[in-house]
């Protein structure tokens, strides 16, 4: 499976962005739990947002609740993260990934097929 993330750009503090990831392959994703990642320079990476293989399971760390939400298209095979009232601190590479399971843990190694990545800056 190929991700491919998109959508990150500049924005000033406070604005919005939205990411996408579009699954490339035969194989879908749509059994697939699906995370947003992220790392910022010098830093190690974090999850920052998680759905499950139907989207009634959410998850985010309390660095991202309610500023971030993840969704996704099951028949598009495609996975976004809507990020809003962002904050200089939020600036990273952002990365998709594709669980080993149905489900999106935090912990990044139980992620099979990750993104390339796009960079998100944030300024004040």
């Known amino acids: 499976v190929q991700l491919q993330a998109s959508g990150g750009g500049l924005v000033q503090a406070g604005g919005s962005l939205r990411l996408s990831c579009a699954a490339s392959s035969r194989r879908t994703i749509s059994n697939n739990g699906m995370g947003w990642f992220r790392q910022a320079p010098g830093k190690e990476r974090e999850f920052v947002a998680g759905?499950?293989?139907?989207?009634?399971?959410?998850t985010y760390p309390d660095s991202v609740k309610g500023r971030f939400t993840i969704s996704r298209d099951r028949a598009k095979n495609t996975v976004s993260l809507q990020m809003s009232s962002l904050k200089p601190e939020d600036t990273a590479v952002y990365y998709c990934?594709?669980?080993?399971?149905?489900?999106?843990?935090?912990?990044?190694?139980?992620?099979?097929?990750w993104g390339q990545g796009t960079l998100v800056t944030v300024s004040s």
């Open positions: 990934a594709a669980s080993r399971t149905s489900y999106a843990p935090t912990d990044s190694t139980q992620y099979s097929y």
């Open positions: 759905i499950s293989w139907n989207g009634a399971s959410t």
